[in-house]
């Protein structure tokens, strides 16, 4: 599976402390039937700060527009780690 970073946000939480999340697509490979398998998109989203706390998610969907779609959402919402599963299962 490959990573493409697609950006970075900077937000402050209540007590005024400062995380940085990347946000990334993921690509690979789902199996539809034997022998046969198309590209896939997920996201991955990663504190700077703890990257042992990243989460992945990766097989969302196979068009790229509505990764874009989603990436788009995530980044503009500063959706961390801890929210991801919930914003995909309510975006999907």
């Not at 989203?45 to 969302?60: C, G, K, Q, R, W």
Request: a negative charge.
């Amino acid at each position: 599976m490959r990573e493409m970073f697609v950006g970075t946000r900077n937000e402050l939480d209540e007590n005024g402390e400062a995380h940085h999340f990347g946000y990334y697509v993921l690509i690979g490979e789902m199996q539809v039937s034997e022998g046969f398998a198309c590209e896939s998109y997920g996201v991955k989203i990663v504190e700077a700060d703890h990257p042992d706390e990243a989460v992945s998610i990766p097989n969302i969907t196979v068009s790229a527009s509505r990764i874009d779609e989603l990436m788009e959402l995530l980044t503009r919402n500063s959706v961390t780690p801890a929210g991801l599963s919930d914003t995909v299962a309510d975006w999907l």
